[in-house]
């Protein structure tokens, strides 16, 4: 049974910190890509960041560049997202991925069932 479990979220306040984990059991979870994604109450799910199987490259939304860091253990099968200097804006439901990339096209396969993130004074 494929399964992607975030975890990690909660209330913070602006200007502060918290990692999200994201669990991934019954597949191969080093040969694929992983994304996170994020979802705003009434608005479009979006791509936060990006990282490629082995984790040498990473790409982010400019809303969270600079503030947030995607990494991944393949050994724990596991990927993370560290989110600092946190914004009102960045809540949302946060949701990890799964794919792969055929050419310069991503594949989506698996979703996670999301975590709340909620920044708020």
């Known amino acids: 049974q494929v399964q992607l479990v975030e975890s990690g979220g909660g209330l913070v306040q602006p200007g502060g910190s918290l990692r999200l984990s994201c669990a991934a059991s019954g597949f191969a979870f080093s040969y694929y890509a992983m994304r996170w994604y994020r979802q705003a109450p009434g608005k479009e799910r979006v791509l936060v960041a990006t990282?490629?199987?082995?984790?040498?490259?990473?790409n982010y939304a400019d809303s969270v560049k600079g503030r947030f860091a995607i990494s991944r253990d393949n050994a724990k099968n596991t990927l993370y997202l560290q989110m600092n200097s946190l914004k009102p804006e960045d809540t949302a439901v946060y949701y990890c991925?799964?794919?792969?990339?055929?050419?310069?096209?991503?594949?989506?396969?698996?979703w996670g069932q999301g975590t709340q993130v909620t920044v708020s004074s």
């Open positions: 990282i490629t199987t082995s984790g040498g490259s990473t």
């Open positions: 991925n799964a794919g792969q990339y055929y050419g310069g096209t991503y594949v989506s396969d698996y």
